[in-house]
């Protein structure tokens, strides 16, 4: 069993200029998240040890995620620079 040493917890407005994000630009985000973040970190991507966390993706169309929360497996990105 993994324990960990601390964990993190963040309270929002970070950038007060900082705007929600419409619904049908997430697949895009994502992809580019995907491509110009997560890839050089030496990471497969979402669905394999990447995941969207929280209601950004899954609202109506017509409404505004205030943020995309990505999880990343640690354990998997930790194997491969060890």
């Known amino acids: 069993m993994i324990k960990l040493k601390k964990l993190l917890t963040e ?3 970070m950038f007060p200029d900082a705007v ?26 979402f669905g394999t040890d990447c995941f ?7 609202k109506p169309a017509d409404q505004l ?5 990505i999880g990343v497996s640690w354990i998997n ?3 491969q620079t060890v």
């Open 52 to 58: 969207i966390l929280g209601s950004a993706g899954k």
């Open 20 to 45: 929600g994000i419409k619904q049908n630009e997430i697949p895009a985000t994502v992809s580019k998240i995907e491509t110009t973040v997560l890839k050089p970190l030496g990471l497969i991507g």
């Open 77 to 79: 990105w930790h194997r």
């Open 11 to 13: 309270g929002g407005n």
């Open 65 to 69: 995620s205030g943020d995309l929360d």
